[in-house]
């Protein structure tokens, strides 16, 4: 079978098998604050480390329908530079779900979801605090993707890592250790994993 991108209801597939193919995605769960201190947080499936040295991540945001109207979390990262990538564990994610609730703008999902806070060190916005880790970000650079079909862009924000939150009960013999917090990821759909079982590949000399 092949498939043109987004021509998936031609082929008789009734979801778009593209998101279901790139899985696992990590999930960013990113709280921002606007100019005025409203908090805002939310899930993005689209997120990952992009460096190293220097330590960045990225994530991307969609449009709401409406044309230009960003979401919040992209409305207040223009407004203050900042954002935090907050690390879901297994045991926060109906938190997470609740949170990526398309909520009026103004309404913190800190409290819809009953997310405890925490502050942080280099940045204004607080983190998740029962997060196994979080990590605070200052933006660098905003791309505007190609725009979409209905003339509207997806916008990738890229952010230098500032500092980092953990838990130090994730910590085993000097690493972190995931199988401690069973970290979720988006798989297609509706369907999510959680990561329970490593195993090690040295690489090759």
Same mark, same amino acid.
């Given at each position: ?28 769960? $990113? ?8 908090? +805002? =947080? ?7 480390? !992009? #460096? @190293? ?33 907050? $690390? ?8 997470? +779900? =609740? ?7 103004? !309404? #913190? @999902? ?96």
């Amino acid at each position: 079978m092949f498939i043109y991108p987004n021509k998936h209801k031609e082929e008789g597939l009734s979801h778009n098998p593209f998101k279901a193919i790139v899985s696992p995605r990590p999930i960013g769960w $990113i709280s921002t604050c606007c100019s005025d201190g409203t908090l +805002n =947080i939310a899930p993005y499936s689209f997120f990952n480390a !992009v #460096s @190293e040295q220097p330590p960045m991540v990225m994530f991307c945001s969609a449009p709401k329908k409406e044309k230009s109207n960003d979401k919040d979390s992209l409305t207040n990262i223009k407004e203050t530079g900042e954002f935090v990538v907050n $690390i879901v564990s297994y045991a926060l994610r109906d938190k997470m +779900n =609740i949170s990526s609730k398309n909520y009026p703008k103004g !309404v #913190s @999902e800190f409290e819809m979801a009953d997310i405890d806070l925490a502050p942080s060190r280099t940045v204004k916005v607080p983190h998740v605090k029962f997060a196994p880790a979080s990590l605070e970000c200052i933006l660098w650079q905003i791309v505007e993707l190609p725009p979409r079909s209905d003339n509207l862009s997806t916008s990738m924000i890229l952010g230098f890592v500032n500092g980092i939150n953990l838990d130090e009960s994730i910590i085993k013999d000097g690493k972190i250790d995931v199988t401690i917090y069973k970290p979720i990821s988006r798989l297609g759909y509706s369907d999510y994993a959680k990561i329970t079982e490593l195993f090690s590949m040295p690489r090759p000399e």
